[in-house]
Nanobody, 123 residues
Framework: QLPPYGGGSVQPGGSLRLSCAASGLTFKNYGIGWFRQAPGKEREVVSVISSTGSNTYYRNSVKGRFAISSDDAKTTVYLQMNNLKPEDTAVYYC??????????????????WGQGTQVTVSS
């Protein structure tokens, strides 16, 4: 189960926080990633974090604006998105990569996907 929460519509410069509760995980180590897909474009990585805390990653276009974090149990992951831009508009997906110490950055590395939540940035 990977229900994402927190999508919505904001004006440029606004903020949103996405959350993803990865329930029912049975593997010791895993990566949780946020990906997004805009209409007519391929799915792309936004940010990832490993359950071990060994790595985080941000795509260049969101560095300094987005921050990924997790709760102590590493089962809920948050994506704080600040200074949102129209080009951030997309459906955002939460995904889990099983049995890894270092979270990957490619969508095909991920095993479980949530349904997605729409983020729209428009004036």
């Amino acid at each position: 189960q990977l229900p994402p929460y927190g999508g919505g519509s904001v004006q440029p410069g606004g903020s949103l926080r996405l959350s993803c509760a990865a329930s029912g995980l049975t593997f010791k180590n895993y990566g949780i990633g946020w990906f997004r897909q805009a209409p007519g474009k391929e799915r792309e990585v936004v940010s990832v974090i490993s359950s071990t805390g060994s790595n985080t990653y941000y795509r260049n276009s969101v560095k300094g604006r987005f921050a990924i974090s997790s709760d102590d149990a590493k089962t809920t992951v948050y994506l704080q998105m600040n200074n949102l831009k129209p080009e951030d508009t997309a459906v955002y997906y939460c995904a889990v990569e099983a049995n890894v110490v270092v979270a990957g950055i490619w969508a095909d590395e991920y095993d479980y996907w949530g349904q997605g939540t729409q983020v729209t940035v428009s004036s």
